[in-house]
């Protein structure tokens, strides 16, 4: 891997099932993560995730410094979403953003890469994703 191109990803949400699956596809696409933050609840921080291979200790969401991260994976629910994304954004961070929160905000582009890959050129740090069974059609 190119070390100019790796990222430090934070995802948002890691210890819920869209959490584990978007571990899984950054392991499998070999995306270029330089470090990993896992990040969920204060109930689950402390705990432990498997990111290649190497256990990572899971953060508490609500003490996490985003400005140490280029990209966060949200996928905790609309109100954490609504809460943290902002303020990720704030700090730096690059939020694509998988729950329902910000599909409807004008502001913020709702992409499909194979549909629409250039409207990532426009974004202003927060990308929206839509509906699982809305990018089947």
């Known amino acids: 891997m190119n070390t100019k191109s790796e990222l430090d990803v934070a995802v948002v949400g890691v210890t819920g099932a869209v959490g584990e699956v978007m571990l899984r596809l950054l392991e499998e696409r070999n995306f270029p993560v330089r470090n990993l933050y896992a990040l969920a609840s204060e109930r689950s921080a402390g705990s432990t995730i498997l990111f290649r291979g190497k256990a990572v200790r899971v953060e508490n969401l609500a ?5 140490k991260v280029q990209l966060g994976l949200f996928s905790a629910g609309g109100s954490v979403s609504a809460k943290y994304a ?8 690059v939020v694509i953003d998988n ?10 582009p709702l992409v499909v890469p194979e ?6 050129q426009e974004h202003n740090g927060l ?9 089947q059609m």
Do not use: M, Q
């Open 63 to 67: 003490e996490f410094d985003f400005s």
């Open 115 to 120: 549909v629409n890959p250039h409207v990532l």
């Open 86 to 93: 902002p303020k990720a954004v704030a700090s730096g961070c």
């Open 99 to 108: 729950t329902s929160h910000f599909r409807r905000d004008p502001e913020v």
């Open 127 to 135: 990308i929206a994703n839509p509906n699982c069974s809305t990018i």
